[in-house]
Structure formats: structure tokens, C-alpha cells
């Protein structure tokens, strides 16, 4: 069982926009720092949940572009180590199917 690092809690600061909050994180997601930055002083605090949250980590590249940016702007605005973070679970991209295909298919 995974453990949950103590991490500094947010909610009681209110959110400061910074000038570069509209900078592009996720590039497949078009998710921006200060969306991240916002998620957290919301009551997101794991990556999981951030993930989930804004779909960052979730396009095309499924995170091997973004994570460690995405990570590092956690680790800041939650006053811990990316190592605190959990690493978000790795899942095959998926499209829709009409069920028109699956009864075509031979086996």
C-alpha cells in the first residue's frame, strides 16, 4: 500500500495569478500552469487528482512530454519534493467504437 507524504495545505491561502500562468504545460491537452497552479488551491494535492481534474498528462503523448513539468509545478506549489508526488498510472489511449464493429468482428 502506497503512502501519502505530509504535504502543505493550500486552501487557506488564496490564489495569486502569476504573469506566466497562460503558459502551455500539456501540449496535447492545451492544459496551462495556471490551470495546475489553480487545481492545487482548489483541494487537489496528489498528481492523480490533478491529472483527472485538468486531463493533463492524459493527450496523445500520455505525460512522456509534460510530467515532469506538470510535477514541478506540484512540488512548488505544494511545498514538497517530486518524489512526494505519485506517478500517474499508465494507460493505452482509447476512441470511441460503435458496437457495429464489434459484432463484424471474426474469431
Known sequence: METTPTIRRLSAEPFKPEPDDDLIVCRCEEVTKGELRRAVHEGLYRFPEVRRFTR???GLCQGRTCTKLVKGILSRELGC???D???PHARSPQRPLQMQELGNERF
Open 56 to 58: 493533463c498528462a492524459m
Open 81 to 83: 519534493t517530486i518524489e
Open 85 to 87: 508526488l505519485q506517478n
